[in-house]
């Protein structure tokens, strides 16, 4: 129904930058929110940022003033440009969006999608 398509991660040194995206398609009346998550070896998954629809924006204490998470709405599109970059940012990151659509009985219901994951190195 809704797919999330997430671009290519990489390999940086610390204190680089990178930024990923995700675009969402498919059949979805709104998206209320978009996210990022991230999962290190070994570790559980966690949320590293969310911007609402509005523009509200949370972050992660570990990220908070290094990323930035932004929307187009027009193109559903989440963006995380990552700044001064550390070791302990390496990990699989993984989009996440939650958005409105009609469940099978035509009504409007709230949705949560996951993106593929993709891979974040950060070497010193």
């Known amino acids: 129904q809704v797919q999330l398509v997430e671009s290519a991660g990489g390999s940086v040194q610390v204190g680089g930058s990178l930024r990923l995206s995700c675009a969402a398609s498919g059949s979805f009346f709104s998206i209320n929110a978009m996210s990022w998550y991230r999962q290190a070896p070994g570790k559980q998954r966690e949320l590293v940022a969310v911007i609402t629809s509005d523009g509200d924006t949370t972050y992660a204490d570990s990220v908070k003033g290094r990323f930035t998470i932004s929307m187009d709405n027009a193109k559903h599109t989440v963006t995380l440009q990552m700044n001064s970059l550390k070791p302990e940012d390496t990990a699989n990151y993984y989009c996440?969006?939650?958005?409105?659509?009609?469940?099978?009985?035509?009504?409007?219901?709230?949705?949560?999608?996951w993106g593929q994951g993709t891979q974040v190195i950060v070497s010193s």
């Open positions: 996440n969006a939650v958005v409105y659509a009609e469940n099978r009985n035509g009504v409007l219901d709230e949705f949560k999608y």
